[in-house]
């Protein structure tokens, strides 16, 4: 068959009129989208009126907080003393005893602080999933049970505790655990309603409870993610017990805030750099796990 041919084939219309291209089938192709290309523009202007929205939110904020060059210059004498005193670190003996002492509290902290934690966020999590399907009240009053524990700084809960239960690290275990456990049931929560509906909508099917098919099909899925978000959350609650430390919750973070109202910076080195190796460790033993888990870390 020649090219004319094939050519006269594909389209049809009268001698004098503009030729209309037609399907195999004989139908008219559907009429160009004329929306999609007005969309555009309009999009392109929705672009950029966020973009200035959100450049003057950031001048706004800048000036407001009066962020600038002059402020950091002003300081720098200051700031050059502070560094300057913590070379070389203090290496004494009985320092680095007390050093290893507040370390091993951070970590007892920040473990048992994930333990309730956790177990908080996850029990408010499942509430709180629309695919799990709990009673309206009781998801409505877990959501907002997490976005108060979650909106009040550890530090603030540590100021509460601190004065009911004294000083010491059981304060600082409390304030973190209440922090956390509306952390992790916001972010636990969307982890289970992004699964895949298809495996929760079969075992639906088959008559199974909510609580069977949450446990079955829905946390099963999210399984993963959940345990990426407690291992983070683990490296977390070690520089909180740091912050909370300053208003007398134990852990490192006292011992911190003691050599910062003393000045002694050299003893203030010393218990970064613990610091540092505490969450170094931490986040390693994290990475391991979720390698174990499957996840492409290295």
Not at 79 to 92: H, M, N, Q, V, Y
Not at 183 to 203: F, G, H, T, W, Y
Not at 252 to 271: K, N, P, V
Request: glycine letters at 10%.
């Amino acid at each position: 068959m020649s090219a004319d041919t094939n050519t006269s084939a594909g389209e049809r219309g009268s001698a004098c009129g503009p030729k209309v291209p037609v399907q195999r089938d004989g139908s008219k192709p559907p009429p160009p989208d004329v929306s999609a290309q007005m969309r555009g523009p309009k999009r392109s202007r929705t672009t950029w009126i966020v973009l200035a929205v959100a450049f003057a939110a950031v001048v706004w904020s800048l000036d407001g907080t009066g962020v600038s060059v002059a402020n950091l210059a002003a300081g720098w004498e200051g700031a050059r003393d502070i560094f300057s005193g913590l070379f070389p670190p203090e290496l004494d003996g009985e320092l680095l005893q007390a050093v290893g002492r507040a370390a091993l509290e951070t970590l007892q902290i920040s473990i048992a602080a994930l333990f309730f934690g956790t177990i908080g966020g996850l029990v408010l999590a499942v509430l709180m999933a629309g695919n799990i399907g709990a009673p309206r009240w009781l998801s409505g009053g877990a959501r907002l049970i997490a976005t108060v524990c979650r909106s009040v700084p550890e530090l603030l809960w540590a100021l509460v505790f601190v004065a009911v239960v004294g000083l010491g690290p059981a304060a600082g275990v409390y304030a973190i655990s209440l922090h956390a456990a509306g952390l992790l049931a916001k972010l636990v929560s969307e982890q289970l309603e992004a699964v895949d509906p298809a495996p929760v909508e079969a075992m639906r099917m088959t008559g199974a409870s909510k609580l069977a098919t949450g446990l079955l099909a829905v946390i099963p899925q999210a399984r993963n993610n959940i345990a990426s978000l407690v291992l983070y959350q683990w490296e977390c609650n070690i520089r909180s017990s740091a912050i909370i430390g300053f208003v007398g919750a134990g852990g490192i973070g006292q011992a911190l805030g003691i050599s910062m109202r003393l000045f002694r910076y050299q003893e203030l080195a010393t218990l970064m750099i613990a610091l540092l190796l505490l969450v170094v460790a931490v986040d390693q033993i994290s990475r391991f796990l979720r390698r174990r888990m499957g996840a492409a870390t290295r």
